[in-house]
């Protein structure tokens, strides 16, 4: 019977974002505690980044300071996006250009995972309030 420790475990790539960020393709699977930042966080090309990469971002503060704005690089946008809030409010949105975390109702704990299939991006949101999460075109 071989031993099961640590290193078999599903271990998740974490590292911290605190000011604006442009997301690398080697970043692939990483989960991103998001704080306070008021910026733009940019994804890497849906062609560079290829089928199965993917991140997730999680607030790791209330907002105050401003928006938190995820965005596709380049002419990229995202063909779905569906956001759910506690309270069981629903948002589905095709083809929009960026998914924001909004200053004053997003809430630590917040967060939005990002998929490619090689050809769009798709984004799966999670927030405590009904306005935590947005997307604009």
Avoid: H
Avoid at 12 to 27: L, R
Avoid at 78 to 87: I, N
Wanted: aromatic share 6%.
């Amino acid at each position: 019977m071989s031993k099961l420790g640590r290193y078999s475990a599903d271990r998740k790539k974490i590292a911290t974002i605190s000011a604006a960020k442009t997301v690398t393709v080697p970043e692939c699977g990483t989960v991103f505690m998001t704080g306070d930042i008021n910026g733009t966080i940019t994804l890497p090309l849906v062609a560079d980044a290829g089928p199965g990469w993917w991140c997730k971002f999680i607030l790791s503060a209330d907002l105050s300071a401003g928006d938190v704005v995820m965005t596709p690089a380049g002419s990229d946008s995202v063909e779905l996006v569906s956001a759910t809030a506690a309270d069981g409010a629903a948002m589905d949105i095709a083809g929009t250009g960026q998914v924001e975390f909004k200053d004053g109702a997003a809430k630590k704990g917040d967060q939005v995972e990002w998929l490619t299939d090689g050809t769009s991006w798709y984004a799966l949101g999670m927030a405590a309030a009904a306005t935590g999460i947005d997307a604009a075109a």
